[in-house]
């Protein structure tokens, strides 16, 4: 335990809070410092943290979180993950070597690093973007090698409790990554080939040697608590056997609890159950307090909370993955029986961090009353939290009036009319098997060959083209009704001709119409679906300052109408090659909205796979060869354990297939998937039965394309060769290696070339580029290939109506 006189923890307490902003201060603050660093420097980026951080903490202690240190002191400019890499002092050495210095991240010296680090510089490569979990937040992937020097950082988390304290007067809990989980999420600086595996555990004593600094100067600071979050105890998959994974946990706990002076550690454990291994392996330690999910995770058994003794044991019985409000009931009832279990203290939290919901629904003026009601964002979370403590802490009589109000909620939504609609169940439960099943994979390809007449190492990109500022303040304009249909239109039909002129320029073989008329990827889609609805002010942030505003699927989905059709049609009737329909797959669609809670996933999944292969048909009859239904969230929903996975890997395979089981032998059906580990995926990839499947691999280090060539995938593949979620442009040699090792490892008949992703977020010059490099990158390796094999590829050269500015490009 603690040698500091140490207050307890309080009763109501959450593990984190939404960190954009309101109104996405913090993004509007560092993009304009991006674009503009003389104009907007990087104290202005510093100003804007410091402000929110005040007025994060003002509002929840006016929300009932009013005991020091129930509220966690955060302030990411960018990453959790990545500030805490920061306060070890990780900085990878191509960094560097390119003038970057370790730096806390609350300084200027490192907002500039975060932002080299997290965006490249024209010198150097970004670090890894990945999902967190089985979210879809992400964070920037540690690199540590064995001789990645380290050193304590803790300015920034000293200087965040101070400031807020001073301008508050309340005392927060500092929050880190844990030392174990940090490990598990890094990869080294150098991947070592394939007869040295790194051990991500290697470095345990160096790591914990910094965060005993850490520790001992937030002591210093007067810092009581500090909170340690360890969620990769709840997951599977790790590269290191389980018994190493727990062996770890009691070396660092047992460490870091064993100093002279040091704060309470609060260690959370959220995104599922951790085990009654982990939770007795902690409770081993003098560990001050455990934290655990009991959203998606159960009560601890009974031989670890004996073995936890008095220490407090919060429970997390409030969801900070949904926006559904708490079954209050269902909370009271868990919350009795950990307690009934448990020897000491239990207060009430969140299983999660809440920085996966919005803020505030009493903002959305304009959402349907009955579904607001349905609804909790950060805020209500909060006061569920506070209300249910109270009810521990008093009886549950003191909030009696609150549980009949909930029920009465929840009985209300039951019965709501859009919720269960007989046309859509009878559909649903009338699905054969047969229909999610096309004709084999080699009749496709030959009838897809023989329409398409194709190149081979095909270029295209995934979807959007740059949303310029124009294009959204038109679509704002239409939607607040200062821009008639007509205009709009044409407006859009513009967008979309400037799209297809530009691809035909650069010389690109399958054209998209760039999606202009496209807010987001799914919402586009959920304003066109009954079912669901969508908010003003529901952001949350996705990573570094991209921010989205998922859907809430309330009810049974159907589509009343065509969706993307007309502008498909469109831009084919401007160009002489293919087009495709770009739709997004069922999975993604739930991934990155918020689900309801009373119908089993997989049902919801095939109504929405239902409303998609409707449009696909029209899409067919419209003339559309290629479409492309992408599910980039396909990994990320991934359950976190081994034995949830089967089951969950069945009903989103057969969702895409009944998406697509109706297309026509000869319509090419290409899906897109990204940042994720899809090694360990790669059977349901194949099983989507997709004929060409693009994945993001260039910042992962194209990592992808060995496994891939180790799996002996049998379809086409686009491995990304052009990293878009940093403004950095590829050299044209560092295309060309990637399209060289694509070809070499897996098959220029089966490789095609394009970005990792769509080019929503960047702008139009560095685009223009990018393409202008992929493309000729691909004209080159296609030459190359001519010449080697000549007779067995005959004819083989730049695509047709390849751009002469393809080939200048070349020599970049």
């Known amino acids: 335990m603690s040698v500091l006189n140490t ?15 309101p109104d996405r201060e913090l993004k509007r603050a560092l993009e304009s410092y991006w674009q503009d660093s003389v104009q907007h420097p990087a104290t202005t980026v510093l100003d804007t943290l410091a402000r929110l951080r005040e007025r994060t903490t003002v509002r929840l202690k006016d929300l009932g979180l009013d005991a020091d240190h129930a509220i966690p002191s955060e302030g990411s400019a960018v990453d ?28 200027v010296r490192g907002i500039e690093l975060i932002t080299a680090l997290s965006r490249g510089t024209d010198e150097v490569e970004p670090l890894e973007l990945t999902k967190w979990f089985d979210t879809n937040y992400h964070y920037y ?4 090698d064995p001789d990645t020097p380290l050193h304590a950082h803790p300015e920034s988390l000293v200087s965040r409790y101070r400031d807020t304290l001073r301008r508050t007067g309340v005392r927060t809990r500092p929050v880190l990554v844990g030392p174990v989980t940090l490990l598990l999420l890094s990869r080294p600086e150098t991947p070592a080939d394939d007869a040295a595996p790194v051990d991500p555990l290697a470095r345990l004593d160096d790591v914990l040697a910094q965060y005993v600094a850490i520790l001992s100067s937030l002591a210093a ?56 291994d982990a939770h007795l392996a902690l409770a081993r330690t003098a560990v001050d307090a455990l934290a655990v999910d009991l959203d998606r995770g159960d009560v601890p058994g009974g031989a670890a909370l004996e073995a936890w003794g008095e220490r407090p044991v919060v429970g997390g019985v409030v969801g900070g993955r949904t926006v559904w409000r708490t079954d209050l009931a269902r909370a009271k009832n868990t919350l009795d029986r950990l307690r009934a279990a448990a020897h000491g203290p239990v207060p009430v939290g969140t299983a999660t961090p809440l920085l996966h919901v919005p803020h505030d629904v009493t903002r959305e003026t304009e959402l349907d009353p009955d579904v607001r009601s349905w609804v909790a964002f950060a805020d209500q979370k909060v006061t569920e939290v506070v209300e249910l403590a109270r009810g521990v802490e008093q009886g549950w009589e003191a909030i009696a009036g609150t549980l009949a109000r909930d029920a009465e909620i929840r009985a209300g939504r039951a019965a709501h009319p859009a919720t269960h609609r007989a046309a859509v169940r009878e559909r649903t439960a009338a699905v054969r098997s ?19 007449q194709l190149p081979p190492l095909p270029t295209t990109t995934i979807g959007s083209f740059p949303q310029t500022a124009e294009i959204r303040a038109t679509r704002a304009a239409h939607r607040a009704g200062r821009l008639d249909g007509a205009a709009y239109w044409e407006a859009i039909r513009s967008e979309i001709a400037r799209t297809v002129r530009a691809q035909e320029e650069l010389g690109l073989d399958v054209l998209v119409h760039g999606e202009p008329e496209r807010n987001d990827m799914v919402q586009y889609f959920a304003e066109a679906l009954d079912g669901f609805v969508t908010t003003r002010h529901g952001w949350v942030q996705s990573y570094g300052s991209r921010c989205t505003r998922p859907s809430i699927l309330f009810g049974d989905v159907s589509r009343p109408a065509p969706i993307t059709v007309d502008w498909t049609r469109y831009a084919a009737s401007l160009t002489e090659r293919p087009v495709k329909g770009m739709l997004t797959g069922p999975v993604t ?43 980039p969230a396909l990994r990320e929903l991934l359950p976190l354990r081994d034995a949830d996975r089967p089951d969950y890997l069945r009903w989103s395979v057969d969702a895409f297939r009944l998406a697509t089981g109706g297309a026509a032998t000869g319509t090419q059906v290409h899906t897109h998937l990204c940042y994720s580990e899809f090694e360990t995926v790669l059977d349901a990839i194949d099983a989507l039965d997709a004929d060409v499947t693009t994945l993001e691999a260039s910042r992962s280090g194209s990592g992808i394309v060995a496994g891939l060539a180790a799996a002996d995938f049998p379809r086409d593949v686009g491995p990304g060769v052009w990293d878009i979620h940093s403004p950095r442009v590829p050299t044209f040699q560092e295309v060309v290696r990637r399209v060289r090792r694509a070809a070499a490892a897996l098959g220029p008949d089966r490789v095609w070339v394009n970005p990792d992703c769509g080019l929503k977020t960047r702008g139009w ?35 047709p109506g390849t751009a002469p500015r393809a080939v200048v490009g070349a020599v970049r």
């Open 7 to 21: 207050a307890p923890l309080p009763s109501a307490t959450i593990l984190g809070y939404p960190r954009i902003g």
């Open 80 to 107: 959790h993950v990545l500030d805490t890499a920061l306060a070890l002092g990780a900085v990878p050495a191509r960094f560097r070597a390119d003038g970057f210095s370790p730096a806390a991240p609350d300084t």
């Open 141 to 144: 992937v540690p690199e540590l």
């Open 221 to 276: 600071a007067g810092v009581e608590w500090v909170q340690l979050d360890e969620p990769a105890l709840a997951a599977d998959g790790w590269s290191v056997p389980r018994s190493r994974i727990i062996s770890a946990v009691t070396t660092a706990y047992t460490r870091l609890t064993s100093l002279a002076d040091h704060p309470a550690v609060l260690v959370t454990v959220g995104y599922g159950d951790a085990g009654e």
């Open 434 to 452: 047969e229909d999610r099943v096309r004709a084999s994979a080699a009749e496709r390809r030959t009838a897809q060959h023989e329409r398409l």
């Open 589 to 631: 669609i739930l991934a990155w909205s918020f689900v309801r809670d009373d119908v089993p996933a997989a049902e919801v999944a095939d109504q929405v796979a239902l409303a998609l292969r409707d449009e696909v048909a029209d899409l067919e009859e419209a003339g559309t060869a290629v479409i492309q239904v992408d599910e």
């Open 765 to 799: 010059p560095e685009t223009e580029a990018a393409l202008d490099r992929l493309v000729a990158a691909a004209v080159t390796v296609r030459a190359e290939l001519a010449r080697e094999d000549d007779a067995a590829r005959p004819g083989v050269s730049a695509a």
